[in-house]
């Protein structure tokens, strides 16, 4: 890439930070000239809607490695869009849900950016402890990713150690909500044992979805002694004429535990669409 659009990338990255809204994540894991290539491409996106007269932005951005992804697409939100690019079930059959490799894992980070673009940023665990034994099994800073310690305030932690206790003492899903101060926002963390479901993250977000709720951000953390945890932040969508938010948010949690034990079904297009619940849809094809 030539040297003076690299050094104008540096420029515009620093820029795109706020502007864009994406988190400071994509920044630090991604190189230089990956970014000006997203960036160009950004560019390339609005020029193209300029030309044809469009309002509204196409993103679709794509890097996976070895030791990691970075996926970037517009999404808008509340929405699960059935002829989309897939890019949550994409995720957790490549890296979530695999069962062919047990020792190479993966966590996940995903952000919402203020002009309706999704981030999806996935990489490679590195255990404090790879194989605990014992009481390490029951210590949260033991068998996390080191990523997650460095970035986890000790709140979360704290949390986290809760849900990982009560996932390990039984069988089956466990699901905690916490408000958030100052906001309506409301923070869901659900924790259960590694490749005891399949497809539940993508079902999550359509079943918040049923329920004009959207994510800002949401995280899937993978722990040495086999326990995973996913949190969402969950905001409703202001033009919807929908309950409380309270009332959505219960709502969920009640459907969250039957779609752990059946995520994926043959009615699931309809769930998509909103035509069914997630509540129904396990029912009828239980």
Same mark, same amino acid.
């Given at each position: 890439? =030539?040297?003076? /659009?690299?050094?104008?990338? #540096?420029?515009?990255?620093?820029?795109?930070?706020?502007?864009?809204?994406?988190?400071?994540? *994509?920044?630090?894991?991604?190189?230089?000239?990956?970014?000006?290539?997203?960036?160009?491409?950004?560019?390339?996106?609005?020029?193209?809607? /300029?030309?044809?007269? $469009?309002?509204?932005?196409?993103?679709d951005l794509v890097?996976?490695?070895?030791?990691?992804?970075? /996926?970037?697409?517009?999404?808008? %939100? +509340?929405?699960?869009?059935?002829?989309? %690019?897939?890019? $949550?079930?994409?995720? $957790?059959?490549?890296?979530?849900?695999?069962?062919?490799?047990?020792?190479?894992?993966?966590?996940?980070?995903?952000?919402?950016? #203020?002009?309706?673009?999704?981030?999806?940023?996935?990489? #490679?665990?590195?255990?404090?402890v790879p194989e605990?034994?014992?009481?390490?099994?029951?210590?949260?800073?033991?068998?996390?990713?080191?990523?997650?310690?460095?970035?986890?305030? %000790?709140?979360?932690?704290?949390?986290?150690?809760?849900?990982?206790?009560?996932?390990?003492?039984?069988?089956?899903?466990?699901?905690?909500?916490?408000?958030?101060?100052?906001?309506? $926002?409301?923070?869901?963390?659900? +924790?259960?044992?590694?490749?005891?479901?399949?497809?539940?993250?993508?079902?999550?977000?359509?079943?918040?979805h049923y329920y004009?709720?959207?994510?800002?951000?949401?995280?899937?953390?993978? /722990?040495?002694?086999?326990?995973?945890? *996913?949190?969402?932040?969950?905001?409703?969508?202001?033009?919807?004429?929908? %309950? =409380?938010?309270?009332?959505?948010?219960?709502?969920?949690? #009640?459907?969250?535990?039957?779609?752990?034990?059946? =995520?994926?079904?043959?009615?699931? =297009?309809?769930?998509?669409?909103?035509?069914?619940?997630?509540?129904?849809?396990?029912?009828?094809?239980?």
């Amino acid at each position: 890439m =030539p040297k003076l /659009f690299i050094e104008l990338s #540096k420029a515009l990255t620093a820029s795109h930070r706020s502007n864009l809204g994406i988190d400071d994540t *994509y920044f630090a894991l991604e190189s230089v000239d990956t970014i000006a290539t997203h960036i160009l491409s950004l560019y390339g996106a609005k020029i193209g809607a /300029f030309t044809k007269n $469009e309002t509204n932005l196409d993103i679709d951005l794509v890097r996976e490695t070895e030791d990691g992804a970075v /996926f970037i697409h517009t999404s808008a %939100p +509340g929405v699960s869009r059935t002829e989309g %690019p897939g890019y $949550e079930r994409r995720i $957790e059959d490549k890296y979530l849900d695999i069962t062919t490799d047990k020792t190479t894992l993966f966590r996940m980070e995903s952000y919402r950016s #203020k002009f309706n673009l999704r981030c999806y940023f996935i990489s #490679k665990c590195s255990f404090a402890v790879p194989e605990p034994t014992g009481s390490q099994k029951l210590d949260i800073k033991a068998v996390s990713d080191k990523t997650f310690l460095e970035k986890a305030s %000790p709140n979360t932690l704290q949390i986290y150690q809760g849900v990982m206790e009560a996932v390990l003492q039984r069988t089956g899903v466990v699901i905690e909500m916490f408000d958030m101060a100052g906001s309506r $926002e409301k923070r869901l963390i659900i +924790g259960y044992r590694r490749r005891s479901t399949n497809h539940f993250f993508s079902a999550i977000s359509d079943l918040y979805h049923y329920y004009n709720l959207y994510s800002s951000r949401k995280y899937v953390e993978q /722990f040495s002694n086999g326990v995973t945890i *996913y949190c969402v932040y969950l905001n409703q969508v202001s033009s919807t004429q929908s %309950p =409380p938010i309270e009332h959505s948010i219960q709502q969920v949690i #009640k459907e969250a535990s039957l779609l752990y034990c059946l =995520p994926t079904t043959r009615l699931q =297009p309809l769930f998509q669409e909103g035509t069914l619940s997630g509540n129904v849809c396990c029912l009828q094809a239980g």
